[in-house]
């Protein structure tokens, strides 16, 4: 089946990892087990709402400082090219989102957040972009960096291909290690 879309998750994927997790953990109580939104929905109302408020900073923090990964402006300027539609799927919240998207010019047809369903690694998001796009799992390829991309993609059955920050990490999946070495890796010659 011909690739129609091209779905993107953000921190680490289109900007450099920033966020120091064990210092996001610590920093709400959280213990290793659970996801760190999934850790703060367990506490109590006023527990939930500073931890969030904790959450948010850092990911905004991420979103002012982390630096674009090398060759996102060439791979959009290469992908206006092409007639596939692009999303953005991230577990940030809508306005760390935003900001990225604003501060490096980025161009997508649907940007999706965590305020608009199930976070990865459940399927909920990237199955939101499918019935957007009205495309089919095969049609679309899931570019991200991390364990719960990796999980959301199989679980909606949509071809995932790995980000990898350590080209001495063995990958179990298709891998690339910098940007600008995505297209050639999903061949889009007809």
Known sequence: MTLQAIFF?????????????????????????????????????????????????????????????????????????????????????RAAMNLVVERYELSFDLCLSREDGVLKPAPDLLLIALRHFDIDPEAAVFVGDGRYDRVASAAAGVRYVHLSHDRDQPEQEETFYHLTELLPLLDLSE
Do not use: C
């Open 9 to 93: 998750d953000m921190d680490g994927t289109l900007t450099s990892p920033w966020i120091d997790w064990t210092k996001l953990r610590t920093a709400i109580g959280a213990t290793d087990g659970l996801g760190i939104i999934d850790y703060v929905e367990t506490l109590p109302p006023p527990q939930q709402e500073q931890a969030k408020a904790v959450v948010r900073e850092f990911e905004m923090d991420a979103a002012r400082l982390a630096p674009a990964n090398p060759g996102l402006a060439d791979l959009f300027t290469r992908l206006d090219e092409l007639p596939l539609r692009r999303a953005l799927i991230t577990n940030n919240h």
